[in-house]
């Protein structure tokens, strides 16, 4: 197994350190633009493989994806955070070059990969990755609903005094503050329903609380978060390449699947060797479908940016 993950910032080597830990591949490849930094970052990790006794092998490059070449899984996290007075459509175009032209270069070394795309807005570049690749809709998942779910338990279980591990919670709908959409009726404690636990005010805390979960990070950090995102995709991607067939929330093009179309927006899906195999009808109600309109309508606005 041949992982390569692109982006070795925050995100990209955080997620690449928790997938050698893992040993998910006997081979990881980390690349970047910046000279030098996917090569220091991954000659680092490689020398904590005796420390914490692994075997995985990562190596680094600077842009040459030829060492990426015959790569059974990607993971795209390359692209710039919005920086003060840049527009929203600003930052979709820069991120939108990048995703593209990563997509491409990756496709041509490694035509058979599943793609998983972290890169923001990223509901919209992973429409932008399947519309510009070509590949079949299985092979092309978002990751957001994995970390907006980690952030929900997390909240549930500060609320509760319970181990988060306990917790059954799911995230669906776009990854961004105002169009996610934690889904409290169907949030579980050991098989009970939260609501047994928390009143509704305390519950819509929690719902609030894990929405605006990123920007909390990142107003007391001063910068996006890095160690929950790597692990979320580090996560989906072994159950891609152990094929567990694990429930995750993923932003996946939907053809009609809960009410919406041509559109990658968060549902739950089985995840497993040849991508998501099947999306999970978790029979929403009025209230929860129609959140999950809105979400769709706002994350359809930003796509139109792209003009694909
Ligand atoms: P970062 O700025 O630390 O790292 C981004 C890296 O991408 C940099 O090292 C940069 O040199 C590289 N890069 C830029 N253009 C490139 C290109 N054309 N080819 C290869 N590498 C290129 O950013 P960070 O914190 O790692 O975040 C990465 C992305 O992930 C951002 O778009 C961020 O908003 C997003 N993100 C998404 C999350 C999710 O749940 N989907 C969660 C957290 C962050």
């Given at each position: 197994m041949k992982i390569t993950v692109v982006g070795a910032g925050a995100v990209g080597a955080t997620c690449a350190d928790n997938i050698v830990r893992r040993e998910l591949a006997e081979e990881v490849v980390l690349l970047d633009i910046k000279e030098g930094l996917a090569e220091g970052k991954s000659l680092d990790m490689f020398q904590t493989a005796t420390l914490l006794d692994y075997d995985s092998r990562i190596v680094g490059s600077t842009n040459d994806y030829s060492k990426t070449a015959g790569s059974d899984v990607v993971v795209i996290t390359s692209g710039i955070p919005r920086k003060p007075g840049m527009t929203r459509e600003e930052l979709i175009g820069i991120n939108?070059?990048?995703v593209k032209t990563v997509t491409e270069n990756l496709l041509a070394h490694s035509p058979d990969a599943i793609?998983?795309?972290i890169s923001n807005p990223m509901d919209t570049m992973t429409y932008l990755a399947l519309k510009a690749s070509g590949l079949p809709k299985n092979r092309i998942i978002g990751m957001g609903g994995i970390?907006?779910?980690?952030?929900?338990?997390?909240?549930?279980?500060?609320?509760?005094?319970?181990p988060p591990s306990d917790l059954q919670a799911t995230v669906i709908g776009?990854?961004?503050d105002t169009t996610m959409i934690p889904l409290t009726r169907l949030a579980t404690y050991s098989g009970t329903p939260v609501a047994q636990y928390l009143d509704a005010e305390a519950l819509k805390k929690v719902a609030a609380d894990t929405m605006v979960g990123g920007a909390t990070l990142t107003n007391l950090i001063g910068t996006s978060a890095w160690y929950a995102p790597g692990a979320a995709g580090a996560l989906l991607v072994e159950s891609i390449v152990r094929n567990q067939k694990r429930v995750f929330p993923c932003c996946v093009y939907l053809e009609g699947e809960y009410g919406q179309s041509d559109i990658c927006l968060g549902v739950p899906v089985v995840i497993g060797r040849n991508g998501w195999e099947k999306i999970v009808d978790f029979e929403l109600n009025a209230d929860e479908q129609a959140a999950f309109n809105k979400s769709a309508d706002a994350v359809r606005n930003m796509n139109s940016v792209l003009g694909t």
């Open positions: 939108a070059g990048i793609i998983v795309v970390l907006d779910s980690a952030r929900f338990k997390t909240y549930l279980s500060l609320a509760m005094n319970v776009g990854h961004g």
